[in-house]
């Protein structure tokens, strides 16, 4: 396994622990206003810190190992990543365009006009694991697909 | 329109090397060794620069190593 692969399983780990954290704050809250409930407005917030600071320590990390170690990394790697970074960027944006539009919709039917300001924090954090999921699962999927070319 | 394929002899020609490890070949062309694994197994198709040189590294040219089938 490359530095890479094991760079986007870990990712995968952090991510997807992130997404379960969600689900058993939310269940045991039983609300998706999360902020409505100071304790666990900032538990959701200490998750999603928490993840955001261990993918920076582990880039950091893979790229210290990728520059000290030879040849650990190279053109396939590098044409996965591009590729999986590609997907990961499309699905991102549609995700946020879609909760936008949903957001908007919304309140507009409701008859308000304000949108309470922690909805586009939360967006753009939903856009933050979308693109670091999506990334982490398409590197893999290239990873094990039967015929990956350096040039397409 | 069906997607050419190219094949190619990288696990004869380390073999007929002195039986060359993959480890070997990869250094010598700087890349890792799961590439190597993958480029044996089909599952990955190289760059030019890539294929170059592991054509060097074998000392042939580069139809000995890769054969393109349409």
New interface residues.
């Given amino acids: 396994?490359?530095i890479s692969?094991k760079t986007a399983w870990a990712q995968l780990g952090i991510f997807g622990a992130l997404v379960i954290s969600w689900v058993v704050l939310f269940s045991i809250k039983g609300t998706v206003f999360y902020w409505q409930d100071d304790a666990m407005k900032m538990t959701f917030y200490w998750f999603c810190a928490a993840a955001f600071a261990a993918l920076v320590v582990m880039n950091v990390v893979a790229t210290i190992l990728k520059s000290r170690l030879?040849?650990?990394?190279?053109?396939?790697?590098r044409s996965i990543f591009r590729k999986a970074s590609l997907w990961a960027t499309g699905t991102s944006y549609t995700v946020v365009v879609a909760l936008l539009l949903v957001l908007a919709i919304t309140y507009m039917d409701s008859g308000s006009e304000t949108i309470p300001v922690y909805f586009p924090l939360f967006i753009v954090i939903v856009g933050g694991v979308t693109l670091t999921l999506t990334q982490a699962i398409t590197a893999l999927l290239l990873y094990g697909?039967?015929?990956?070319?350096?040039?397409s | 329109m069906p997607r050419a394929r190219i094949n190619n002899s990288i696990r004869r020609l380390r073999f007929d090397h002195n039986e060359m490890t993959q480890e070997e070949l990869a250094s010598r062309v700087g890349c890792t060794r799961q590439t190597i694994i993958a480029l044996e197994q089909g599952k990955y198709v190289p760059s030019i620069e890539l294929a170059f040189k592991i054509a060097r590294a074998f000392g042939v040219t580069l139809e000995e190593v890769f054969q393109y089938e349409e």
């Avoid at chain 1, 697909?145 to 040039?151: G, L």
């Fill in positions: 396994m490359t692969q030879n040849a650990v990394t190279d053109e396939r790697d697909r039967k015929v990956n070319h350096a040039e």
